[in-house]
């Protein structure tokens, strides 16, 4: 697969995003090996820089107008616990 080919994502393999028990949505799961890209739209490139012990070092190439943030520095949204979203489930 080339950097600029369009992939038609009915054929791609999709597993449950199972780390956010609120969404009922599923997740694109790619494997790529160092200095391999994923494109993001138009502007947005994620390059796989290194893999070492477990961890994955990636660059992202953006526009400055992009905001590009780790999840654990975005604000938590407030939302109904997971205790509260069974309760009101029947």
């Known amino acids: 697969m080339t950097l600029n080919s369009?992939?038609?994502r009915?054929?791609?393999c999709y597993?449950?995003?199972s780390?956010?028990?609120f969404k009922e949505e599923t997740m694109l799961v790619l494997s790529r090996t160092v200095g391999e890209r994923?494109?993001?739209g138009d502007d947005v490139q994620i390059i796989i820089t290194r893999v070492a012990g477990?961890?994955?070092s990636i660059g992202i190439d953006a526009p400055i107008s992009v905001a590009v943030r780790r999840n654990e520095l975005v604000p938590r949204q407030p939302?109904?616990?997971l205790a509260q979203s069974?309760?009101?489930s029947d």
Do not use: C
């Open 6 to 8: 369009s992939v038609n």
């Open 10 to 12: 009915q054929n791609l």
């Open 15 to 17: 597993k449950p995003f």
């Open 19 to 21: 780390e956010t028990p």
């Open 38 to 40: 994923i494109t993001i």
């Open 54 to 56: 477990g961890r994955v």
């Open 79 to 81: 939302g109904p616990s």
């Open 86 to 88: 069974n309760a009101t």
